[in-house]
């Protein structure tokens, strides 16, 4: 689906912000010299998750994500449950906190049940990035609006 005019940019521009996010994460994260990521040989392994793939724009900056941390040498995971519903996209979350992600970019569906899954992303020291909803955490690195 190809979006044309002021909609199209609009949404070009968001998908460009929150790749350029991810990319300033990644050297974040490779500058504060974690040790050997928790990607398969010791990459970076950075986890997305938004909205249901099957929403265009949730999409698309997945598969932006993707190509970006191909491109630096990094790992990638989705995240997105099947369907947006926040419950799925909070057990999503937890289950990656507990196998190790370097990095998470999130489009909350409901910012409100993120708390106990930033906290875990907080106490293993994963660096958090929120996308179109503000959540207030100390976890969070940056905003993308």
Do not use: W
């Not at 990607?39 to 932006?64: C, H, R, V």
Request: net charge neutral.
């Amino acid at each position: 689906m190809k979006r044309h005019g002021k909609e199209g940019e609009t949404e070009m521009r968001r998908i460009a912000k929150m790749v350029l996010v991810l990319v300033l994460c990644g050297l974040c994260l490779s500058t504060f010299a974690f040790g050997a990521g928790h990607g398969k040989n010791g990459k970076m392994l950075i986890g997305y998750t938004g909205f249901a793939p099957t929403l265009i724009f949730s999409f698309n900056i997945n598969k932006g994500g993707e190509d970006k941390c191909k491109e630096l040498g990094y790992e990638y995971v989705s995240l997105m449950p099947a369907e947006t519903k926040a419950e799925l996209q909070v057990q999503a979350l937890d289950n990656a906190i507990i196998k190790g992600l370097d990095g998470l970019v999130i489009m909350p569906i409901d910012a409100r049940a993120l708390g106990p899954s930033l906290d875990a992303a907080q106490a293993k020291g994963i660096p958090v990035i929120v996308d179109d909803a503000t959540v207030n955490h100390p976890s969070v690195l940056a905003f993308i609006g």
